[in-house]
């Protein structure tokens, strides 16, 4: 179905037109498994604004999520890509042998499941086991090559709560990265074995002891942001591992919040965000904020 926009609208309310009789979650997850496009660009946003004579286009045909719950929040889901929130705690992929205790088997599952056995997913990147935020994964290993090899050009955007307080609001951190025999990650001069690492941060609050950043990777090495913010002096909250106050509870305040990519199959534009979880500025079980 097409709709010819007559005046500058969002692009929830265009569809809560035309659909009266579907409820403003019915829109919600129309838009959020890529059934809409905007003068033919696939659109995963309801506040989208829409200008006249935009044309608004729904596929009935397209993907439809199945009518399993998935474990985990799932922010984008097409025949090709699944987009999920991973908490804190829980491994990206286990060994073999653990079964279900590892996000990607507990997504599998749900995946499985929904399509009766039709489909998998396979593995882009993963996070540290006491990271929490959004991973990809593909639905086909053909995909997966591809994903991996344009993953660089992925934005990614983390929230960090660390300790201490950052010179400037800004900054750039570049050093050679290698893990040592102590298995940490370490910043060496550059030599053969050591990888590249560029981490931008910005600082978004300031409290005397405390400081939230916003943190974008332009690589992705092995604890890149845990190793940079600690070598900067501002470890990141209840990482005990690179040098965290051990008073504090054990759970590493970073969430990998934001991705915006090309989709690697109909190479439309996909971002997906996620909000900061509800404990991640609590120090201790109770507190309300850091302080």
Same mark, same amino acid.
């Given at each position: ?22 409820? @403003? ?30 044309? %608004? ?36 992929? /286990?060994? =073999? /042998?653990?079964?279900?205790?590892? &996000? ?6 749900? %995946? ?9 997913? &396979?593995?882009? #990147? $993963?996070?540290? $086991? ?16 591809? &994903? ?9 955007? !983390? ?14 951190? @570049? ?10 990650? #370490? ?10 690492? %560029?981490?931008? !941060? *910005? ?22 942001? *845990? ?13 005990? =591992? ?5 008073? !504090?509870? *054990?759970?590493?305040?970073? #969430? ?5 990519? *090309? ?16 404990? &991640? ?11």
């Amino acid at each position: 179905m097409k709709i010819v926009s007559k005046e500058k609208i969002s692009l929830m309310e265009v569809l809560l037109t035309a659909f009266n009789e579907a409820s @403003r979650t019915t829109v919600k997850k129309w838009i959020a498994h890529s059934n809409v496009k905007v003068n033919g660009k696939l659109e995963t946003n309801p506040a989208t604004v829409v200008n006249p004579g935009d044309v %608004v286009e729904y596929n009935r045909q397209t993907f439809r999520p199945g009518k399993i719950k998935p474990p985990y929040p799932v922010f984008f889901e097409d025949e090709h890509l699944l987009v999920a929130e991973k908490p804190a705690g829980l491994l990206t992929i /286990g060994d =073999r /042998g653990l079964g279900g205790t590892s &996000f990607y088997q507990q997504m599998l599952g749900y %995946v499985k499941e929904n399509s009766k056995g039709k489909e998998r997913i &396979f593995v882009v #990147h $993963r996070l540290d $086991r006491e990271v929490s935020g959004l991973l990809v994964f593909t639905k086909s290993e053909d995909l997966q090559t591809r &994903f991996k090899e344009q993953w660089k050009e992925v934005k990614k955007l !983390y929230y960090a709560l660390v300790e201490g307080q950052p010179v400037n609001d800004t900054g750039t951190i @570049r050093s050679w990265l290698m893990e040592g025999n102590d298995q940490k990650v #370490h910043s060496v001069k550059e030599m053969d074995g050591a990888k590249c690492a %560029v981490t931008h !941060y *910005r600082v978004m609050d300031r409290t005397p002891d405390y400081a939230l950043l916003e943190v974008e990777l332009e690589t992705g090495r092995k604890n890149q942001i *845990r190793v940079h913010l600690s070598e900067m002096g501002c470890p990141v909250v209840g990482d005990r =591992r690179y040098g965290a106050n051990d008073r !504090y509870e *054990r759970r590493i305040r970073l #969430h990998a919040f934001y991705l915006s990519f *090309r989709h690697p199959a109909t190479d439309q534009i996909i971002e997906v965000k996620s909000k900061m979880p509800k404990s &991640f500025l609590a120090l201790k079980p109770g507190d309300e904020k850091y302080k």
